[in-house]
């Protein structure tokens, strides 16, 4: 491959027997392989005797290294084939969830992105809304998260099933309404109220040494650069690391420090990350914002205002005056300024399905509501995903002429594998 002058995309496949990768395993890979261009995808698949064709004989050790890229050509042209693409793209009955389909929707332009938000213990409704898209036979391919969004998004795409992310998520929501827990790890607040130990312990405990490499989806999470002010956007590394970065909020924990580099919640650019998704090259994107609504309630206090009389119009229950926002909140809206602007062009980005689950009753740090919070996503979930198909929204594999002719001049060419 590094004598060959195509430019084509390259892509690696990793084949496994069972549905695990070992951490580490696909830094080994990618390491010497600079060639790759078009990502890495793992895949599900015997690689025993019993899948070799009838024909050739049996050869000692197992099928050759020949034999065994005519096996994942045949697979990857049977889920490709014209029948395939022109089939409903979402049927409960679609065998969508196998690891070829993922691999040839990717390789034909087709990919399904999950793109989820922060907003707290609201992101807990997020693993009801997965399990809603997996019981209506929705594929997903690509996972994008930021904040809760990336916690939940990592576990998802780690596991690639909605049953292990339910309870891992559960005992670190455990861990995150502790009160004690929050009270040790307090410490003089020279650049955060928290030391930031407990909190990257529960992280740790959930992701382990993992690398986002190994993930089994195709994953990234956003932080926001801030000694470099700008966006970074990570799909390499240990995954407990740049998911805790992009749930660190300013004041609550510090920085996470990477390369000389200081790391803060990806929410203060971009809480709905639904434009990085689609230079991914996701075709269809679900975006889940679960982030607070802005109080718009009109504000008079004048030219002027002093502290002491807005300290007592607080406590004043017969105060008609609305209470002016305190210094934590101003920074607060400060900080998602622009990450508003990026959320109204999300909504009305083609290709986007937007979801807002019913979830502003619940504060940001709910997370002993973890079972309510849950069937709230799930409730909404399954009512959004049925009105879809009811009104006939949900998009299909087949396209029309003038988008075949786009796709035809704006995609790559042909990957090599």
């Known amino acids: ?4 002058k195509s430019t084509a995309r390259k892509v690696l496949v990793l084949l496994h027997s069972e549905r695990y990768s070992a951490p580490g395993l696909t830094r080994r890979w990618l390491r010497n392989r600079m060639w790759i261009n078009g990502g890495h995808h793992h895949m599900e698949m015997p690689l025993g005797t019993s899948t070799m064709p009838i024909h050739p004989p049996v050869k000692r050790g197992g ?3 020949k034999e065994r890229v005519q096996i994942l050509q045949a697979e990857i042209q049977k889920y490709t084939s014209r029948k395939f693409r022109h089939s409903p793209f979402f049927a409960v009955d679609a065998p969508t969830k196998g690891d070829f389909h993922r691999l040839a929707r990717r390789l034909c332009g087709k990919s399904v992105g999950l793109v ?8 807990i409704s997020q693993i009801g809304i997965i399990r809603a898209m997996e019981e209506a036979g929705i594929p997903i391919d690509v996972v994008g998260g930021t904040s809760i969004g990336a916690f939940i998004g ?12 339910f309870g891992l998520s559960k005992k670190f929501a455990g861990r995150m309404a502790s009160v004690w827990r929050f009270a040790l790890d307090l410490t003089y607040p020279s650049a955060a109220y928290t030391t930031g130990h407990e909190f990257n312990r529960g992280i740790y405990k959930t992701f382990g040494n993992t690398q986002i490499e190994d993930f089994w989806l195709e994953y990234y999470c956003n932080t926001t650069n801030i000694s470099k002010s700008r966006a970074e956007f990570h799909t390499s590394g240990y995954a407990w690391r740049y998911i805790r970065a992009s749930m660190s909020l300013a004041g609550l924990l510090p920085p996470l420090c990477d390369e000389g580099s200081m790391l803060l919640d990806g929410g203060y650019l971009d809480n709905l990350t639904v434009s990085h998704m689609k230079s991914l090259g996701a075709d269809v994107i679900f975006a889940v914002d679960v982030g607070a609504v802005d109080d718009n309630t009109p504000q008079g206090y004048g030219d002027t205002l002093s502290g ?11 105060s008609s005056i609305p209470n002016p926002p ?8 400060l900080a998602y300024v622009s990450s508003v602007d990026a959320l109204e062009r999300a909504k009305t980005m083609e290709g986007c399905i937007y979801m807002r689950p019913p979830i502003d009753d619940y504060a940001t740090l709910d997370f002993g509501k973890f079972d309510e919070i849950y ?10 995903i049925q009105q879809l ?9 087949e396209e029309t002429e003038a988008k075949k002719a786009l796709r035809r001049t704006m995609a790559p060419r042909r990957a090599s594998i």
């Open 1 to 4: 491959m590094l004598g060959m």
């Open 63 to 65: 099928p050759s290294l």
């Open 116 to 123: 989820l938000g922060g907003g707290g213990a609201r992101g």
């Open 154 to 165: 990592g576990l998802y795409a780690r596991h690639a099933d909605v049953v292990p992310i």
């Open 308 to 318: 002491l009389w807005a300290f007592f119009n607080r406590w004043n229950p017969f």
């Open 326 to 333: 305190t210094l934590a909140e101003i920074q607060a809206r």
């Open 375 to 384: 069937r709230v996503g799930y409730d909404y979930g399954k009512a959004f």
């Open 389 to 397: 198909r009811d009104k006939g929204a949900l998009p299909l594999v």
